[in-house]
């Protein structure tokens, strides 16, 4: 039995990465998002502005994924049942295992999540553990995989992280950490590709 790892399996990392790179350009263009061309600098901030705006718009997905199709880059299946799971918000991110990283929904939902990084564990891209992060995560090939796009809000004092600690207690006891699926959001639809 191999390592396990808080990493994807390195070739599915490029598939996604390749993929969901192509699809937030698209979605920037469908959505209205680029006005200019992008220096190398506004790209990654671009990719988090398509990215929430698909998040929040799932009709772009369906938009986007036509103009691949005509630009003769078409999405892959696994790639459009993934980006229709998105959800970004801001997450407590507790630490990391030898098989995923631990975090917790911050809004109205209450469950926890063992989450899987592209290529660079959460610790190495925040600088450390405790944390609450904003992040998008999406459900790929079974499991629930960060997106890698982050951005750190606010650091966890000793007593916050000793109380989210004792509410992931509860939460796995409850039976509501989960691996391979996102809750859903209350009232969220899913989203179906077109034909």
């Known amino acids: 039995m191999?390592?396990?790892t808080v990493l994807i399996d390195e070739s599915q990392a490029q598939h996604f990465i390749?993929?969901?790179?192509?699809?937030?350009?698209?979605?920037?263009?469908?959505?209205?998002?680029?006005?200019?061309?992008?220096?190398?600098?506004?790209?990654?901030?671009?990719?988090?502005?398509?990215r929430n705006t698909l998040a929040q718009k799932k009709s772009l997905l369906d938009?986007?994924?036509?103009?691949?199709?005509?630009?003769?880059?078409?999405?892959?299946?696994?790639?459009?049942?993934?980006?229709?799971?998105?959800r970004v918000s801001h997450w407590v991110y507790?630490?990391?295992t030898s098989s995923y990283s631990v975090l917790l929904e911050s809004g109205g939902l209450e469950a926890a999540y063992g989450v899987?990084?592209?290529?660079?564990?959460?610790?190495?891209?925040?600088?450390?553990?405790?944390?609450?992060?904003?992040?998008?995560?999406?459900?790929?090939?079974g499991q629930i995989v960060c997106d890698d796009l982050i951005a750190l809000a606010a650091w966890l004092g000793p007593q916050h992280r000793a109380g989210f600690n004792a509410q992931l207690r509860e939460l796995r006891a409850e039976g509501r950490f989960h691996r391979g699926r996102l809750l859903p959001l209350p009232g969220a639809k899913p989203a179906r590709r077109a034909a």
Not at 29 to 45: E, F, N, Q, R, Y
Not at 119 to 141: M, N, Q
């Open 2 to 4: 191999g390592k396990k």
């Open 18 to 50: 390749d993929h969901y790179q192509t699809l937030l350009g698209h979605v920037a263009i469908v959505g209205g998002l680029l006005k200019k061309p992008v220096d190398s600098g506004g790209a990654l901030a671009l990719m988090q502005k398509a």
């Open 63 to 86: 938009k986007a994924a036509r103009a691949m199709e005509q630009a003769g880059e078409p999405l892959p299946q696994d790639m459009y049942e993934a980006a229709s799971s998105l």
């Open 94 to 96: 507790l630490r990391d």
């Open 116 to 141: 899987k990084c592209l290529t660079t564990t959460l610790k190495d891209a925040v600088g450390d553990s405790g944390a609450i992060i904003e992040t998008g995560l999406l459900e790929y090939r």
